[in-house]
Structure formats: structure tokens, C-alpha cells
Nanobody
Framework: QVQLVESGGGLVQVGGSLRLSCASS????????MGWFRQAPGKEREFVAA????????YYADSVKGRFTISRDNAKNTVYLQMNSLKPEDTAVYYC?????????????????WGQGTQVTVSS
């Protein structure tokens, strides 16, 4: 099993920045590609960004492209999501997810492990 724990969420004003972290533990050697998703109240969980094991490949949802950056530090078993120029519509619970394949994916069903989420609130 793999455990994922997100941190770094909070309250920020429009235009501000936050950096989310996702620390993994357990059988971390079995996970490769990682992703971030988010879920706003009353909405379905949606894809935000994904990164390959090496960090050499990344993919973003159109809604965050140019504002968010996903990265990872495999020595620390941690994945990050740097969020800049935040907007009220970015308000959501953000979830980290891990795959046992080194292939980027946008579908929730493609991910094998999930964290509990961290709340991000952007105030106007």
C-alpha cells in the first residue's frame, strides 16, 4: 500500500500563490506517474495536472495551464503543485493521486492511490 498526504492548502486572495505538497510513504517504489485533481462544492472531481516519474513529462488542464506547475522530488517522495495567479474558481479541495504505471493520465479511474485532500480557498 501507498499513503499520500497533502499539505499546503489555505486561504489566499485573488492573484496570490500557494504551493501544495504531496508526501508519499509505504510501497513508494510501486508508484510512478503522479497527478493532482480538485473538487469544488457540488462539482465532480476534475483533473488538474500530471507528471511522469522522471519529471520529464507533464500535462495540465487548460484551466490551469500557464498558472500552475507540477514538479517532484523523488528523493523526498514528494510531489508539488505551485499555483500562481489564483482565481476564485480555483477554490476546491485538492487531491494528490498516484499510478502504478509511468503514463500520464487525466481520468480518475487511472489512479491507484489517493490522498485525503487539502482545502484551497481563493477569496475575492
Amino acid at each position: 500500500q501507498v499513503q499520500l498526504v497533502e499539505s499546503g492548502g489555505g486561504l489566499v486572495q485573488v492573484g496570490g500563490s500557494l504551493r501544495l505538497s504531496c508526501a508519499s510513504s509505504g510501497r513508494t517504489a510501486s508508484v510512478y506517474a503522479m497527478g493532482w485533481f480538485r473538487q469544488a462544492p457540488g462539482k465532480e472531481r476534475e483533473f488538474v495536472a500530471a507528471i511522469s516519474w522522471s519529471g520529464g513529462s507533464t500535462y495540465y488542464a487548460d484551466s490551469v495551464k500557464g498558472r500552475f506547475t507540477i514538479s517532484r522530488d523523488n528523493a523526498k517522495n514528494t510531489v508539488y503543485l505551485q499555483m500562481n495567479s489564483l482565481k476564485p474558481e480555483d477554490t476546491a479541495v485538492y487531491y494528490c493521486a498516484a499510478r502504478t504505471l509511468d503514463l500520464l493520465a487525466t481520468m480518475r479511474s487511472a489512479y491507484d492511490y489517493w490522498g485525503q485532500g487539502t482545502q484551497v480557498t481563493v477569496s475575492s
